[in-house]
Each structure stands twice: as structure tokens, then as C-alpha cells.
């Protein structure tokens, strides 16, 4: 489609009066307006420094063997913790290879997750978002009515425990969510118990303080659109995670980026690997030594990117502090906070930091 012509120039300057409250898709909008521009409040990368990217870096990006953590033999299973240690401590990001949830499953639920975001808006709007709190949310960009620059996202949100909820359309959808959310979940589980031994505790004791078992899983399905000027916007801004560990899974198609001693590197999984990462509530419970760590989606202007992704956090009630264990030997760097409360919090920050954990770092120099 030519880009000069009047018309087109004056869907742009349309265009640029959208606002993320006002559309409910990113998707749609996209597809009715044949952008070759995007409207202003969607430029998030304006200074060139913030899209470097460190891409050297990228071949160090830790891969976990999980059966090495699920090894019987008491050397392997030593290495396998030790490595997720390491991994935790410089990155707060790593692959996770021989994990044991089928290829198909997944490549089922992504078929899915995109047949969910392609239904037609009206048929989506039983589930437009209506709040944190809600257990199935539907909706576009970050915080639309909040911030002052729109994220190129389009997302569905679900509690899928210690309640499993998920919307009853497209047919099979909630069935292969089900499986995906408690496979992913056991995963998560494991490397919490790995996670605690590299901590010097017992490998259950993330899980007893946490009460994981009744825990909170939230089911991200994000969908970034391919993006016509995709050096300027963002899917989604530097955040970290909430929870204990999020797992991530995309549909071959890149574009997460961690941030590493303040470098961007682009995280090209290896095939069949999960992605996971450290959210703000192993941070707190390790007392600072496996910080949270800070992530971002960029965009491209050819690819629908999809990614899965559960935040698997502590049971809502719990109250969460550094773990009594470490401050046998250290000061807590964290003050201890009920988890929903924690949530709602961090809900609130803008969201594009760690805002959310200065309200209970207890040493600002931490
Ligand atoms: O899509 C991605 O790569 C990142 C998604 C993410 O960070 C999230 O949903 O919290
Ligand atoms: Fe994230």
C-alpha cells in the first residue's frame, strides 16, 4: 500500500488522537486503520540509548538441565542446584531444558491463544477488564486509562489458581489452559525446592512460608501485533514480575529483552526450552540475593508475536518476609507484607520499574 498518499496522511494525524481507553484492541485497530505510521502516544523509545541492545551477551543467558533437579544421583542433582543458584543470582533469567511438557501442548494452546484474540471485539467484550481483582480480564496495552504512553499489547488475563478460572470460548480453549496452567505450575514447583536448597534452606521451605500450593497463578496470553514503526513503541515496558517465578513460552517469534547490569540482551530461547524468570516475592524471601529482574517486549513489523506466560506467586493471605533462615546471619532488607497487599501495590506503580518494591525495601542502598 502506498504511504504517501493524502488519505493515508490523514489517517496518521487521525490516528494520532487514539487512545489506548478508547479502543479495546490493538489488534483490530491495527487491521481497520492499515497503518504505515503510529499515533504519537504509542512512541515509548524516544531516546536512542534505550534501544540498544547488548546482543554479545545473549549466548550467556543461563539453560537449566531440570533433570539434573529431578536426579535421584545426589552429584547431579548438587550441579543442577548450584547452576539454578548462579542463574538466579546473575541473571534472574534463564532456559529450562528437559522440563517434560510436551511441544504439542504448548503449540495447542498458542493455536488457541490466537484464535481467543482474533474472535471479533463484541464477542471479547464479556471479558473487557474490569480490574485487578477480577479473575478473567481481556484488554489492550499496560494501564490504558493511567499512563501517559500506550503499550502495542493485547492481553487476557486469568487467575488460574488456587481457583482455576478461564473463559469458555474458543470450544477446548479452557481444557488445554487447565493442563498448561497445572504443568506449568508443577514445573515452578520444583525449581522453587532447587531454588531454597542453592539458599542453603530445606528444598521445602519456599513452598511451606510461601503456602505455594495454594498460590496465585496468574495466565498471561500476550499478542503484539506486528508494529509499522517498531523502533519507537514497546509491547511492554521494563517491568519485573510480581510473583515468586514466571514461566514463559512464545511462538518462535522474538522480542523479550532482560535487562543485565543495565544491558538490554535479547532473549532468543533455544527450541524446546521454557523461559523463566525472577519476580519481587523471591527477592523478598531471599532477603536480596535473587533480585527480580527487569524485562521489556519489543515489537517488529512483520510477525504476530504470541506469548504465554504464569506468574506463580505465594498464597494471597500469606504474609511474605525474607526468610527467617537468612537473617540468622543478616538484617532483612525487606519488611514483610501480606501478598494480596503486595499485589495491589505493585498493580498500582507505573509499573514501567521496580516501584512497587520501594514500599518495602527496608535499606534504600539495597
Ligand atoms: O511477552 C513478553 O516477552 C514479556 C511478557 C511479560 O513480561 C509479562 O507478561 O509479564
Ligand atoms: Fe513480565
Known amino acids: 500500500m502506498a504511504s504517501s498518499t493524502p488519505v493515508l496522511c490523514i489517517q496518521s494525524v487521525e490516528a494520532s488522537k487514539d487512545h489506548a481507553y478508547d479502543i479495546s484492541s490493538i489488534k483490530s485497530f491495527v487491521e481497520s486503520n492499515g497503518l504505515s505510521t503510529i499515533p504519537s502516544n504509542y512512541h515509548s523509545l524516544i531516546d536512542p540509548l534505550d534501544r540498544e541492545v547488548a546482543d554479545e551477551l545473549g549466548a550467556f543467558i543461563p539453560v537449566i538441565d531440570f533433570s539434573f533437579l529431578t536426579s535421584d544421583d545426589p552429584q547431579f542433582h548438587g550441579k543442577g542446584v548450584q547452576e539454578l543458584g548462579r ?9 529450562v531444558k528437559n522440563h517434560g511438557i510436551q511441544e504439542s501442548l504448548i503449540e495447542d494452546v498458542m493455536k488457541m491463544s490466537y484464535k481467543f484474540h482474533d474472535m471479533p471485539v463484541e464477542e471479547k467484550s464479556e471479558f473487557a477488564d474490569k480490574g485487578v481483582s477480577t479473575p478473567i480480564r481481556c484488554g489492550t496495552s499496560f494501564s490504558p486509562k493511567v499512563e501517559s504512553v500506550h503499550y502495542w499489547r493485547d492481553y487476557l488475563k486469568v487467575m488460574t489458581h488456587p481457583e482455576f478460572n478461564f473463559p469458555h470460548k474458543p470450544a477446548g480453549y479452557k481444557e488445554l489452559a487447565f493442563e498448561y496452567s497445572r504443568k506449568t505450575r508443577a ?3 520444583k525449581l522453587l525446592e532447587g531454588i531454597a536448597e542453592s539458599l542453603g534452606l530445606q528444598p521445602n521451605a519456599i513452598i511451606e512460608s510461601t503456602g505455594f500450593d495454594s498460590g496465585l497463578q496468574i495466565f498471561a496470553v500476550n499478542l503484539y501485533p506486528p508494529c509499522p514503526q517498531p523502533d519507537l513503541a514497546l509491547g511492554m515496558p521494563p517491568h519485573s514480575d510480581h510473583g515468586l517465578l514466571t514461566l514463559l513460552t512464545q511462538n518462535g517469534i522474538g522480542g523479550l529483552q532482560v535487562n543485565h547490569k543495565g544491558k538490554w540482551v535479547n532473549v532468543n530461547p533455544l527450541p524446546h526450552t521454557l523461559i523463566v524468570n525472577t519476580g519481587d516475592q523471591l527477592e523478598v524471601v531471599s532477603n536480596g540475593r535473587y533480585r527480580s529482574v527487569l524485562h521489556r517486549a519489543m515489537l ?25 533462615e537468612l537473617l540468622e546471619k543478616e538484617e532483612p532488607f525487606f519488611r514483610s507484607m501480606n501478598y494480596k497487599e503486595y499485589f495491589e501495590i505493585q498493580q498500582k506503580t507505573s509499573f514501567a520499574d521496580k516501584s512497587g518494591m520501594n514500599q518495602i525495601r527496608i535499606n534504600a542502598q539495597n
Request: proline share 8%; aromatic share 8%; net charge neutral.
Open 187 to 189: 514445573v515452578v514447583r
Open 300 to 324: 517488529n513489523n512483520k510477525d504476530t508475536r504470541i506469548s504465554l506466560v504464569t506468574v506463580n506467586g505465594p498464597a494471597f493471605e500469606k504474609v511474605i518476609g525474607p526468610a527467617p
Open 87 to 95: 542463574a538466579c543470582e546473575e541473571w534472574g533469567l534463564f532456559m
